[in-house]
């Protein structure tokens, strides 16, 4: 759909409530400014929309700001270029069989020594569409660039022009350098001999694991368990040959016991008192200070009164819900949306964890008043 | 300037855009959303690396500086 001139001032109309007359007069005041203040040579940038400047050929150019650019790349936030692997040299492959070296078990040394080697040519904050880098969710690149393996291309990669550049480097980093598939098939190696190593970590695990659970039951013991109900339980095992004796300490450890309920009483009181909810959130109800953040759309229906039903569906499983309607492609649309979150990231997290098919089948939007 | 109407414009175009609907300003340019696929780019050490797609703002300037026109 096309919005015109008009158009934008009907909506400016109605978002204002100013005189159409006004509004006009303020928009064609705001060209003239962003006109005279580039035809000055300068930038005129709207906070939160973007900069508009004059380029060197002399065209008006629109820089959005990062805000804009990462609402509207929504669906790819996150992506990173993926580095196609090269085929392999054979000189490579036959150093792939060369044991790992004992001082350098961990493969941190060469991390480090491609840490130090600077900026590689490739400038990989050009492609970062926005400030998004944790929020992988709903990536079809997920399955190619795991993290932890783009880390290492990236890193490899400087190794090779480190290599390339200073020839005479020491013997280390050459072979660190020389083939960023060596590098990955020692990180398989290193993988591999952990993976060997696997049972003797889990059995220490296991011990480890035992100790400390013995270790906190005897604190939870120690916590517990009043000295009085220690010397109750020191007379019962004393005094278990006359049963008599026994039924009063059993009597008498009762009390104790509703004692402690009652301690705890105030305690869960204090936990179970409905606290107020946060601003953000997937469940509970709608938090009007968490409507300056994101949401995400489960549902975009063309019929009010049935994505009113979802809505009420979602909302009675427990989810924050909201429905608002959109004009897209001049038709409104009605979408069924869960949750408040402060963050497109945050957003995205909590949607990768939604129950199939909404997992797969959303799309992050920013909630509008 | 008033600045309810700089955040009504700012707020009404950021809408249009993200609704994917071409915003056309007389006298100013046209603001739409266009989509990048996915490309392959070569480097000069040979290695080769694929490119994201993107949706990118895409802004179509109706207007050159005087000085150029002339």
Redesign the interface.
């Known amino acids: ?5 008009e158009k ?1 001032i009907e ?2 109309v109605e ?2 409530e ?1 005189e159409k007359a006004e ?1 006009e007069s ?6 003239k ?3 005279d203040a ?2 000055r040579g300068k930038a005129l940038e ?5 900069l508009f400047y ?1 380029d060197e ?6 820089d ?1 700001a990062d805000e ?2 990462t ?6 936030a996150g ?6 692997k ?1 085929p392999r040299d054979t000189s490579a492959a036959n150093k792939e069989d060369e044991p790992v070296s004992d001082d350098d078990v961990f493969g941190i040394e060469d991390e480090l020594i491609a840490e130090e080697e600077g900026k590689g ?2 400038n990989f904050d050009e ?1 970062d ?1 926005g400030n998004i880098d944790d929020s992988d969710d709903e990536n079809p ?1 997920e399955a ?1 660039m795991d993290d932890d393996e783009s880390e290492v291309e990236k890193k490899a ?1 400087k190794e ?2 480190k290599a ?1 550049t200073a020839p005479k480097a020491s013997s280390k980093k050459k072979s660190a350098a020389k083939d960023p598939a060596k590098k990955a098939s020692k990180k398989k190696k290193k993988s591999s001999s952990t993976s060997q190593k696997d049972p003797v970590m889990m059995v220490v695990f296991i011990l480890l694991g035992v100790v400390v659970l013995a270790g906190g039951y005897f604190i939870i013991n120690d916590n517990f368990s009043t000295p009085e109900q220690q010397g109750n339980a020191e007379m019962q095992i004393q005094q278990e040959e006359p049963p008599a004796v026994a039924e009063q300490d059993l009597t008498a450890v009762e009390p104790e016991a509703e004692d402690e309920v009652e301690e705890l009483e105030p305690v869960e009181e204090t936990t179970t008192e409905a606290p107020a909810l946060p601003t953000y959130g997937l469940y509970g109800d709608i938090v009007e200070s968490g409507n300056n953040g994101y949401t995400i759309v489960l549902h975009s229906l063309r019929s009010e009164s049935h994505a009113n039903e979802i809505a009420g569906e979602l909302k009675d499983e427990g989810y924050r819900t909201m429905v608002t309607g ?4 001049g038709r409104t649309v009605y979408r069924v949306s869960v949750g408040q979150f402060p963050s497109i990231p945050e957003s995205q997290a909590e949607a990768a964890e939604l129950p199939a098919p909404y997992n797969e089948q959303n799309f992050i ?2 909630i ?1 008043n | ?2 600045s ?3 955040n ?22 046209q ?1 739409e ?1 266009v989509h990048k696929k996915q490309t ?2 070569k ?15 895409e ?1 179509k ?8 026109d002339k």
């Open positions: 759909m096309k919005i015109n001139k934008l909506l400016l978002k204002t100013m509004v303020q928009l064609n005041e705001l060209i400014r962003i006109t580039a035809e709207i906070k939160g929309f973007g004059f050929s002399g065209n008006l150019k629109f959005p804009l650019k609402e509207v790349n929504f669906k790819y992506m990173k270029p993926v580095e196609l090269p040519e490739i492609f569409h690149f190619l990669e090779v022009k390339g959109r004009t897209v492609d939007q920013r509008r | 300037m008033k309810k109407f700089i009504a414009f700012k707020d009404v175009l950021r809408e249009q855009i993200l609704d994917k609907n071409t915003v056309h300003l007389d006298g100013l340019g603001f959303v392959q780019k480097y000069e050490n040979g290695r080769v690396a694929m490119i994201p797609p993107a949706d990118v703002v802004f300037s109706e207007i050159r500086k005087a000085d150029e």
